[in-house]
């Protein structure tokens, strides 16, 4: 994957501004931890109310994690008076998450004039060693000029 | 889709424990509204809580409720002694998540030994209207004799 | 899943006529057995030469009929200057691909201006006996007024 | 991702060997064009009988090739007497597959005893650029012992 440069040098503070306003991301715990053009990372700490029947935390919770994470990384790479919209993902769950915390990274893979494709990886990490726990392809929509949705 | 048949007479108690067991449906209110051989509903309440930048029902809540109807509709037609686990799914967001209530059915299509695979669709009430929210295909995975995993 | 109307009365014609564009179809030997409003389904006999390792048609062959078939129930609803794309799409292989023939259907879910998406079965017909043998979500986007790429 | 050790020091004459049965790659040209444990290449000349109706190489084409080279990724980490299916994949269509030829790369991600997740990553090669046009995830399984699939 190449890098990329974003068209709106603002792009930064506009992901953090629209993350902020994801209530979701405050119910978990979630916090923005990397905003470069076309790559974000989302950091989630472990806790005990987001777990499955085993203890581990949820497939949904990973997949929420790697979904925000690859749709900011496209919405970095849009224009200003973009919103953001995933239009489909597929998630393979590889571990069990557990650990101390979880890192999602969210790249863009190709960033088109509608649609962006990103790859999202989810990491666990415990005891200080890294293991995936999942893996992503995103597909995220750019919608042009709509006020009312903006950000 | 054809009519299954539970090979464990105490399918739906054995569904329900496991779902009392996730944390996570306790933090996002989700609860368990349909228990059949080889297919399940889960329904939400609206909560302001759980939205995204603009709003809506976030899309990964929106996947986690139709994930774990998929994970319980599997889960029916398994073994007693059979742990579950998602292997991978995908799903397309169809229409903004808006209105009182979600409810996601989850349906095995095909039901082996070791995988079984599950439509999910996510519906969106709202002033007495149902309107289809998301679709999603999902792998489920039988675990046997996992003791220490069971449910 | 509702019933779809077509915006271009001609859409029948329009499916055929880009159907007979695609090379690949006559040389896998698929031919288009049904074209409705938002539902087209394409049937192919067995053929020892489009198989995989185990003498099974090779799940490549079943994804290529379903995407076809989901890309043309997209196409069907669209206006008559479109042309039409895969943006993605998932399948998963219920069961071995055997018998005189497969059919796979396509059948558009939920209509956009800019995306379709469509569920896709494949079935294997045998002895009298028809068996669902893959089942798919496809992303297909219309990109209208590209006369160079018209159909 | 990480590399990978065979299990089976004969793993390269087995993965061209199940290959060389694979009568659709013979159908449409493709050669096996390198065999490492755990990635696998698959390249196919342009040809004008693969093509969809804009005159690129068909969706299905590009998916067999990515599908294929997956499976084989994950066969070669697999113990000797095992048989290979896939049980599902996803894949963007990110460009226009055009050009010489096509390479498909297929790369284990996740080596499990039963399921093995592989990421397949489709190229173009056009006057001496290679351009990314599709990517996928796939799910495949191992099928210990079962002789008459062995392969």
């Given at each position: 994957?190449?890098?990329?440069?974003?068209?709106?040098?603002?792009?930064?503070?506009?992901?953090?501004?629209?993350?902020?306003?994801?209530?979701?991301?405050?119910?978990?715990?979630?916090?923005?931890?990397?905003?470069?053009?076309?790559?974000?990372?989302?950091?989630l700490g472990f806790?005990?109310?987001?777990?499955?029947?085993?203890?581990?935390?949820?497939?949904?919770?990973?997949?929420?994690?790697?979904?925000?994470?690859?749709?900011?990384?496209?919405?970095?790479?849009?224009?200003?008076?973009?919103?953001?919209?995933?239009?489909?993902?597929?998630?393979?769950?590889?571990?069990?998450?557990?650990?101390?915390?979880?890192?999602?990274?969210g790249k863009v893979?190709?960033?088109?004039?509608?649609?962006?494709?990103?790859?999202?990886?989810?990491?666990?990490?415990?005891?200080?060693?890294?293991?995936?726990?999942?893996?992503?392809?995103?597909?995220?929509?750019?919608?042009?000029?709509?006020?009312?949705?903006?950000?």
């Open positions: 994957m190449k890098d990329f440069a974003a068209q709106d040098e603002n792009y930064e503070s506009r992901v953090r501004e629209s993350f902020s306003k994801q209530n979701l991301m405050k119910t978990i715990g979630a916090s923005l931890t990397k905003v470069l053009p076309g790559e974000v990372e989302i950091s806790r005990d109310d987001l777990t499955q029947q085993h203890g581990f935390i949820h497939a949904g919770v990973v997949s929420t994690l790697a979904d925000t994470a690859c749709g900011y990384a496209a919405f970095s790479l849009m224009a200003p008076d973009a919103a953001v919209l995933t239009v489909e993902y597929k998630i393979n769950l590889l571990s069990p998450a557990v650990g101390e915390s979880l890192v999602a990274r893979t190709k960033s088109g004039r509608t649609l962006t494709v990103c790859a999202g990886d989810v990491f666990a990490l415990k005891n200080g060693e890294k293991k995936m726990v999942a893996t992503m392809i995103a597909t995220i929509m750019s919608i042009p000029g709509r006020e009312g949705l903006m950000g």
